[in-house]
Each structure stands twice: as C-alpha cells, then as structure tokens.
C-alpha cells in the first residue's frame, strides 16, 4: 500500500509537469506507470493469496526462512 | 473541448482554493494510512488519497488520467487490497521486529539522498520554465492528444505494457490456483453410487419443491412421495434454532371425486 503511495506521488508529479512543459508525454507516462502498479498489485497480493494458503499467516518476513 | 484547469502562469482563487482545502487533507489521510491500528482504515485512507489525486489529475487538464485513476486505482486495485485483506484476515498483523540488521538507518539515509538527487534533477529541469498550459496539447481533447501520443511515440511501450498485463494476469492464477480438496466424481460413479443408496429415493431423486406441498421456502421442509419429510430438504441451522416450521399447513388437498 505504501508502494501504491509513491507511485501515485510520482504520477501527480508527472501530471503537474506535463501541464507546465505543455506536452502530454507526463500524462503518457503516468498512464504507464499506472498499468504497471496495477500488474505489481496483482501479483504481489497473488503472493500474499499463496504464502497464506501455505502457512496460514501473513507475515512476509519469515520468507527468508529457507536460508540457513 | 473541455477544459477544467485555469490558464496557467499564476495560481488563481479557484485553483488555488481547490489545492489548498484538498492537499491537506490528502496529506493528513496518507499519513493516517501509515499510523493506522487497523488494516481496513488503513485501505480506506489510501482510497481517499487516491480520490483526491484523480480531482487534482482533473483540475490539471488531465480528465482522461483522472477517470481512469478513479476507475482503475480506487475502483479495482483498493478493492483487489480490501478483498486480500479480508480474506487474509483483518487481524493478523505483522511483527514490527526488523530482520534485517541496520535496515532502518540505511534506509534513511537512502531515502534522504535519493528525494535530494530527484529535487534537484527536477528542479533544475521545471523552474524557470516558462508554464504552459495543456490548452495546445489538448486543442483535440485530452483522449485524443493522448492517444496521438502513445500510439507514434510509446506504441513500443504500449505492446510491451500490454505483454506484461497479460503475464501478471496468467501469473496471478498460476499463483493463487489451489487444487481441489477432493477430486470430483466422474459421472459413472455417480450413477453408480445413486443406485446403491439406501432407499430409491436417491435413485429417482427428490421431487422438485412445491411437487407435494405449496410452499418452497428454506423453512418448510420438502416432501417424499410418502408425505414424510425428505431430511436432506431441512436446513440444520434452523433446525438448530427452532425456526423450520411444519409443511402441514402448506400440503396440497387432494380433492375426492365422486366415482360416476
């Protein structure tokens, strides 16, 4: 969610900028970086679905537990 | 073609009122978003934030960024989080203890160089620039401009951005794909098993509701062909609760009629 956070303060920078610069390639590529949040969301939260299916808890961090 | 956003150059009242009522409130949201106990409050921040941003988006002559962020942002990606978030379970926390060691520092420290490098790069790009405005660009409207854009300068961009939709989306039911707890049976082994039950009952199965009686709510019960209730039609939560009423109020009369 934090990630979502920054991602949308990128694409606001983007906007405002494009609107001084008179170009629409800010708003281009906010549009982009847009899908690509949305993809990363997706699979990230997929993740989330599996570790929790596996291990009936939540927490990422015990993720490292396989290295010794 | 319409325009929301004020010509540029200085910021007017209603520009400038619009920001000043709006911003804090995104600020005071998103930070509530990180210091919220709760996960859900913490999801419906964000969703306001994101809601702001897309009058913002609007308010700068970029409507169709601000639609789509309405549509896409808070319409399916803080939902697919709410939909996580209650199937994981609105409880379950994580622990604060940090693993790795030396992160927190580390990662002030980063953070701090990194916003300075991009102030820097950006103000070095933006100030002194003379503000534009987006009237030229939008002179078509703000959906055409942008698809003249991406589809003679990003259209590389645009087929590899589609490539990866479909590889999350393929990748996101690989992921959450489950096997089935128990495999389903084939059709021979159903029929099968129907005719090795214990009454032809199972064989014939049951009538359909209101075959023998008037009523087909969940608390009367279906009827056999014998009159008797058919138990598989008995819910036991309301068995459990008293409230399954009786289906002699609601049985069928069969009218007799005289022989001739």
């Known amino acids: 969610m934090c990630i979502e956070l920054m991602l949308n303060a990128a694409n606001l920078a983007f906007v405002t900028f494009s609107r001084i610069h008179g170009n629409l390639a800010g708003q281009v590529t906010s549009f982009f970086t847009m899908?690509?949040?949305?993809?990363?969301?997706?699979?990230?939260?997929?993740?989330i679905v599996a570790i929790y299916r596996s291990r009936r808890s939540a927490s990422v961090d015990d993720a490292s537990l396989l290295k010794r | 073609m319409d325009s929301f956003a004020i010509e540029v150059g200085q910021t007017l009242a209603p520009e400038a009122t619009l920001f000043?009522?709006?911003?804090?409130?995104?600020?005071?949201?998103?930070?509530?978003?990180?210091f919220?106990?709760?996960?859900?409050?913490?999801?419906?921040?964000?969703?306001?934030?994101?809601?702001?941003?897309?009058?913002?988006?609007?308010?700068?002559?970029?409507?169709?960024l601000g639609i789509v962020q309405i549509i896409v942002y808070t319409g399916a990606v803080m939902m697919l989080f709410l939909?996580?978030?209650?199937l994981v379970g609105v409880d379950s926390s994580d622990s604060l203890v940090e693993n790795i060691r030396g992160q927190r520092p580390l990662a002030i420290t980063a953070a701090i160089g990194l916003s300075g490098l991009l102030v820097s790069l950006i103000a070095r790009a933006n100030l002194?620039?003379?503000?534009?405005?987006?009237?030229?660009?939008?002179?078509?409207?703000?959906?055409?401009?942008?698809?003249r854009e991406l589809f003679t300068n990003y259209v590389w961009a645009f087929e590899v951005v589609s490539a990866l939709l479909i590889t999350?989306?393929?990748?996101?039911?690989?992921?959450a794909h489950s096997n089935p707890a128990k495999s389903r049976t084939a059709q021979r082994d159903q029929s099968i098993a129907r005719f090795r039950g214990t009454s032809l009952a199972t064989a014939a199965g049951l009538p359909s509701s209101g075959v023998y009686a008037l009523h087909n709510a969940v608390d009367v019960p279906a009827l056999l062909p014998d009159g008797?209730?058919?138990?598989?039609?008995?819910?036991?939560?309301l068995e459990a609760r008293g409230d399954m009423l009786s289906s002699k109020p609601f049985e069928l009369e069969v009218k007799k009629e005289e022989e001739d």
């Open chain 1, 35 to 47: 899908v690509v949040a949305a993809c990363e969301v997706v699979v990230g939260l997929a993740i």
């Open chain 2, 20 to 34: 000043w009522i709006l911003a804090p409130l995104a600020v005071v949201a998103a930070l509530g978003m990180l």
């Open chain 2, 36 to 64: 919220v106990k709760k996960a859900v409050h913490s999801a419906l921040l964000l969703a306001w934030v994101m809601v702001t941003l897309a009058i913002f988006y609007i308010a700068q002559d970029a409507l169709f």
């Open chain 2, 83 to 86: 939909f996580i978030l209650m």
């Open chain 2, 128 to 147: 002194g620039v003379e503000a534009v405005g987006l009237r030229g660009a939008n002179s078509e409207g703000n959906v055409q401009g942008i698809a």
């Open chain 2, 168 to 175: 999350a989306a393929v990748g996101a039911m690989v992921l």
């Open chain 2, 228 to 237: 008797s209730p058919a138990p598989s039609s008995i819910s036991a939560t």
